[in-house]
């Protein structure tokens, strides 16, 4: 089991940049593949990006593809969500999870990810 803190939202104008980091305890932290989803007010939460444990293998939501890049230092036992272009649209409440299952395949459901920290508001204005 890991425990995840989310850090580094903020409000930004459209086309800012912003990096979002995820600080986890735990020992577990680089057999697990890691995702960053995003939930707006009345919405479902949507995936964002995904990485796998070892950092290999990345996925990305299509809406942003291109724009954002997830990492991971497994030393440091955190992941990252570098934000650029951003848009109005991506205003959301960002949380990070971890993989229910260690050295699982890479998958983008939220059912395929636990332990979520407590999330880091994003706004965009424009």
């Known amino acids: 089991q890991v425990q995840l803190v989310e850090s580094g939202g903020g409000l930004v104008q459209a086309g800012d940049s912003l990096r979002l980091s995820c600080a986890a305890s735990?020992?577990?932290?680089?057999?697990?593949?890691m995702g960053w989803f995003r939930q707006a007010p009345g919405k479902e939460r949507e995936f964002v990006a995904a990485?796998?444990?070892?950092?290999?293998?990345?996925n990305y939501a299509d809406s942003v593809k291109g724009r954002f890049t997830i990492s991971r230092d497994n030393a440091k036992s955190t992941v990252y969500l570098q934000m650029s272009s951003l848009k109005i649209e991506d205003t959301a409440a960002y949380y990070c999870?971890?993989?229910?299952?260690?050295?699982?395949?890479?998958?983008?459901?939220?059912?395929?990810?636990?332990?979520w920290g407590q999330g880091t508001q994003v706004t965009v204005s424009s």
């Open positions: 735990g020992r577990t932290f680089s057999y697990l593949n």
């Open positions: 999870g971890a993989a229910k299952i260690a050295l699982a395949a890479l998958g983008t459901a939220a059912v395929d990810f636990g332990s």
């Open positions: 990485i796998s444990w070892s950092g290999g293998r990345t």
